[in-house]
């Protein structure tokens, strides 16, 4: 009788918890970026911008978006879908700052087309 009663208390500690931290991640909002030169590697970042040139090549997507300010962000996707995006196309990307060759880039979590 008190196994079950442990076991029922846990699983609603654990539901509790998962909805608190659907909510939260709702709320939590990263800072939308024009330029990636302030930025350090390894840090979130949320960029708003058209898709200005787009190449598929294997399972990688490889944007280039322009900001308000005319600057350009590469950005770099790893799907193995193809891609529903097209120049021209208004997006908001959530993802990390990364450096590769000298040049930063975003590798993309989650995109929202617009």
Not at 38 to 58: A, M, Y
Not at 61 to 70: A, K, M, S, T
Not at 90 to 96: A, D, F, H, K, L
Request: proline share 2%; net charge negative.
């Amino acid at each position: 009788m008190q196994e079950k009663t442990i076991l029922r208390f846990s699983l609603i500690v654990i539901i509790i918890g998962l909805i608190f931290l659907f909510f939260y991640v709702e709320e939590y909002d990263f800072a939308t970026i024009q330029n990636l030169e302030t930025i350090r590697p390894e840090e979130k970042v949320n960029i708003q911008g058209i898709v200005k040139r787009l190449s598929f090549q294997d399972t990688t997507l490889f944007l280039q978006i322009e900001g308000e300010q005319i600057v350009t962000i590469d950005v770099v996707v790893f799907t193995e879908e193809t891609p529903y995006l097209r120049e021209g196309d208004y997006v908001e990307i959530s993802g990390t700052v990364e450096e590769y060759k000298g040049k930063k880039e975003v590798i993309a979590s989650k995109i929202i087309k617009k």
